[in-house]
Structure formats: structure tokens, C-alpha cells
């Protein structure tokens, strides 16, 4: 995880008759932050994604299944190199076998009791006679074997594939930590832009109760010399307290929108963030970003995975048909034996012994299991294909849609933004003629009202048209996100 550095901001000590001190701190990551305000750290779009794709969760566990793949391509691999091991075994007979022949004059040669001792030679221990029973008894107390083995495949068309099988699995991982961050790109975006609106909105409903508490002002100085009535300075204060609530609420999206943010930056929620643009900044800009526009989904992470998806299945397919080549594997071993009669720590005897080979194997048949095998995975690829067609239809028609959506919300936005220059001026007009009473409170407050209302229906669709934009560029999968990512 990034290392975020600390930087305590100390703020708002003053002197005077009455003490008063007062301390922000705020932790700043000093690489992500372009400036400091007494709103928090300032914080452009660019620097928002880069930590978020630094630090989210999500982002972290699409790299390690990456990492996983890669480390399961590596085992295959392993087993195409010889595999070595040692063994070892003790065995110690309990009772040991009798052994009947069948020849003249053999049987009830001897009438002991069959049994060795520890000191009888070796052909005595090996074949004692039994009790008249025509049997003899062989075999040693203690068995000893100890040794290396080898094996190696030297002609393996079935792993071969498996090989390039995990290439694919490699690239299906790698274009879902693609996908994740494509994802998460979009969720900051849609997140920044919901702050940038919530602002806004926040200063169009303090913009409104500053002119509600002007003409409330001038009612009252106006009531002071008798030029106004008691009804009207309280219509005009009864306005003041109805936007306040609204001023409370604007508050509360405001800090929603930013602990949204924050959750998804990986930032803890005390620190205090502030955009660097506002939403009007982003009109400059619109027309330049539509014309920048395509139509192009061959970067679509759906289209992408589906397409490695489809290489797996006839790679999969390649597998189940090299299952019908003969393999050939090398072995080879390296052991010491040792038996003998008594104790098993006295009279070890090692014999090495060594042995190398090959091993043929030539599938025939298997009640036909190979084959409907085959034809399952035929029959994916196939239904793949079709699936394919109707996902680049559907795909299609979101883009068309998209588009025609982004063209509505420019439109809107030139419209909105006239509205606001028209509303802005008329209520100009107004309030200096409210001044030198030419003009009545219902025409001022008229006059407010549809310029607060012009201004929110402007952020509305700046913050729509910059949304769209968004969901646009998920679903072509457009955004350069290997400029955030670690180099492997």
C-alpha cells in the first residue's frame, strides 16, 4: 500500500479580548494533493483516481489472482522437468511364508522344529525346513530398501497444450484487473462529479438566502421609517427560515458525497478534500470531449473477456484431443537393500541396485469418454460464438444510446446556460427597481426563484452530460488506466 504521508495543518488562532484558538488537522498525502485551503486539501480528478487505484481492495485482489495464474503457469511448467524423490521402507516379518514343491523324496526330511537362529548361515535362514508338514519356510526377519527415483515425460501432447491453456487463463486474469480498474475509475468519477454538484448546489442555495436575507434587510430598515408594514418584514423573514432548511440539507449531500469519495480513495473519513474545478469549469471543455468521442468497443472489458473466454474453450478443446496421443515418460531409480535375520540394528548387508526405463502408454479405449469430451467442448465453442453476436448487439445499441444521450445533454447545457444569463440579468433589473420601489416584493422574489431555479437546472445538466460521459467510457473501456499501474 502507498505510503501517505502526514502534514498537521494548524489554523484559526487569534488574539483578542476573548481567547479563541482552534485546530484543523488534516492528513494530506503530499504526492495526491496540488494545494491546501481552509476547506482541506485540494485535489484534482487525476490525483483521486491515482490513489484510488493504489489502495482500493478490489484493484489489490484482480493483481494477486493475476499473480496466482502466473504462479499456476509456473507449476504446469514444473512438470514437464524431472521429478525426483526418496524413499525409504522397514519391514519386519512376523510370520513367514511357507512354500510347498511338489518333487520326490522333499517333505518331512526333518523332524526339528524348523525354526533358524540368529546364528545359522545364510542359505539356513533364507529356506528353513518346516515341521514334516512338506513346507519350508523362507524369508528373513528384517527388510531394508532405501533409494532415489526419477521420472521425466519425454513426449507429453496434453500437457504441451495445457501450456498455452495457461497463457489464456493468464490474459482472462490480467483483463479482469483491467476491468476492475476501469470500474473504480468510473466509481471516483461518478463520485468527484456527485461532490462537484452537491457544491454547487450547496453555493446556488446560499446564493438564495443571501438575496432572501437582502430584501428581508431592506424591509426592515424600510419598516424603521415607516415605509413598509409589519406583514412585510415577516413574509420576507418567514423566506429567510424556509432556506435554511434547504441551506442544512445541501450541507448534509455535501458531506455525503465527499465521505463517498473518500471510502472509495481509501481515505480515512476525517480528512477533508475539495475539488479543484466546479462544474461550469467543465463546459469550456464539453464540446472538445464529444468530438473526441468513439464508437469503437473492441476495448470493451465484456467483449475482451468474452473473446479470451472463447480462445480457453478451443484451447480446452486442443486438450481434450491431444488426450488421444500416446505419451512416453523416462524413469530411472537408484536403491540399496538390506535383509537379515535377529535384531533390526545388527547385520546390514546393502545390495545397490539400479534401474532405467521407458514408458509407453497408448490409449485405446475408454467406453467413449474421450470422445463425448471432445464433443462437449466443440459444442461450447460454438455456443460461444452466438454469444458473442448478441453481446456486440447489445453493446452497440448502449453506445447508440449513450450518445444520443451525451448530444441531449449538451443541447440542454446551452440552453441552461442562456436560461442562467437571462435569469441573471432580469433579476438585476428587478432588484434595483425593488430598490427605489418600482418594482413589488412578488416580482423580486418572481425574479429569485427562477434564477435559483435556471442555475440548478445548469449544474443538473453539466453534472448529467459529465456522467454520461463516465458510463460512455466504462463501456468502451477508453481510459487509460496502465499509466496507474505498478510495473511488473
Not at 484487473?177 to 468510473?186: D, G, T
Not at 460461444?384 to 450518445?403: G, H, Y
Not at 432588484?431 to 422574489?445: M, V
Request: charged letters at 20%; one cysteine or more; proline letters at 3%.
Amino acid at each position: 500500500m502507498k505510503t501517505i504521508h502526514l502534514l498537521i495543518i494548524v489554523a484559526g488562532m487569534s488574539v483578542g479580548t476573548a481567547f479563541q484558538a482552534g485546530a484543523q488537522l488534516a492528513v494530506v498525502d503530499t504526492v495526491a494533493v496540488d494545494s491546501v485551503s481552509p476547506g482541506g486539501a485540494v485535489m484534482s480528478l487525476d490525483r483521486c483516481i491515482e490513489i484510488a487505484l493504489s489502495d482500493n481492495p478490489t484493484v489489490r485482489v484482480a493483481d494477486m489472482e493475476v499473480t496466482r495464474m502466473e504462479l499456476s503457469r509456473k507449476e504446469t511448467i514444473g512438470q514437464l522437468l524431472p521429478s525426483i524423490s526418496f524413499n525409504g521402507t522397514y519391514s519386519r516379518t512376523l510370520a513367514k511364508q511357507t512354500m510347498y514343491m511338489n518333487m520326490d523324496g522333499f517333505g518331512g526330511a526333518s523332524s526339528g522344529d524348523g525354526e533358524a537362529s540368529d546364528g545359522d548361515d545364510a542359505s539356513s535362514a533364507i529356506a528353513s525346513r518346516g515341521k514334516g508338514d512338506g513346507g519350508i519356510k523362507v524369508g528373513l526377519d528384517n527388510s531394508y530398501s532405501m533409494g532415489f527415483q526419477a521420472s521425466m515425460p519425454v513426449i507429453a501432447p496434453q500437457l504441451w497444450k495445457t501450456l498455452k491453456l495457461s497463457d489464456s487463463q493468464i490474459l482472462e486474469s490480467l483483463e479482469t484487473a483491467r476491468s476492475s480498474r476501469q470500474s473504480l475509475v468510473n466509481q471516483v468519477k461518478n463520485a468527484y462529479y456527485a461532490l462537484l454538484f452537491a457544491q454547487d448546489s450547496y453555493n446556488v442555495v446560499m446564493q438564495s438566502l443571501d438575496m432572501a436575507r437582502f430584501t428581508a434587510s431592506l424591509y426592515e430598515k424600510q419598516f424603521q421609517v415607516g415605509a413598509a408594514s409589519r406583514y412585510d418584514v415577516l413574509r420576507t423573514q418567514v423566506a429567510v427560515k424556509n432556506i435554511e432548511p434547504q441551506l442544512t440539507q445541501a450541507e448534509i449531500t455535501v458531506k455525503q458525497a465527499r465521505l463517498q469519495l473518500l471510502l472509495l480513495m481509501g481515505i480515512p473519513e476525517y480528512i477533508a478534500i475539495q475539488p479543484d474545478v466546479t462544474l461550469a469549469d467543465f463546459e469550456k471543455s464539453m464540446y472538445d470531449m464529444t468530438m473526441a468521442l468513439s464508437r469503437d468497443i473492441k476495448d470493451n472489458s465484456d467483449l475482451r473477456k468474452l473473446d479470451i473466454q472463447s480462445r480457453i474453450l478451443k484451447e480446452t478443446l486442443d486438450v481434450q484431443k491431444m488426450a488421444w496421443y500416446p505419451t512416453l515418460s523416462l524413469s530411472a531409480n537408484y536403491n540399496w537393500t538390506s535383509m537379515s535375520n535377529g535384531s533390526p540394528f545388527r547385520n546390514f548387508r546393502w545390495s545397490p541396485y539400479s534401474m532405467i526405463g521407458l514408458t509407453l502408454s497408448v490409449p485405446l479405449f475408454e467406453g467413449g469418454q474421450r470422445y463425448n469430451r471432445v464433443r462437449q467442448a466443440e459444442v461450447q465453442v460454438k455456443e460461444m460464438k452466438f454469444q458473442r453476436e448478441n453481446l456486440v448487439n447489445s453493446i452497440n445499441m448502449q453506445v447508440d444510446l449513450a450518445f444520443e444521450n451525451i448530444q441531449l445533454n449538451v443541447r440542454q447545457i446551452n440552453s441552461c446556460s442562456e436560461s442562467v444569463n437571462q435569469a441573471a440579468t432580469a433579476h438585476d433589473i428587478v432588484k434595483q427597481s425593488f430598490e427605489i420601489g418600482a418594482a413589488s416584493y412578488l416580482d423580486l422574489r418572481d425574479a429569485e426563484l427562477s434564477l435559483t431555479q435556471s442555475r440548478n437546472s445548469y449544474n443538473q445538466a453539466i453534472y448529467n452530460y459529465l456522467v454520461a460521459n463516465s458510463n460512455l467510457e466504462l463501456l468502451l473501456g477508453s481510459y487509460d488506466v496502465s499509466r496507474f499501474m505498478p510495473a511488473r
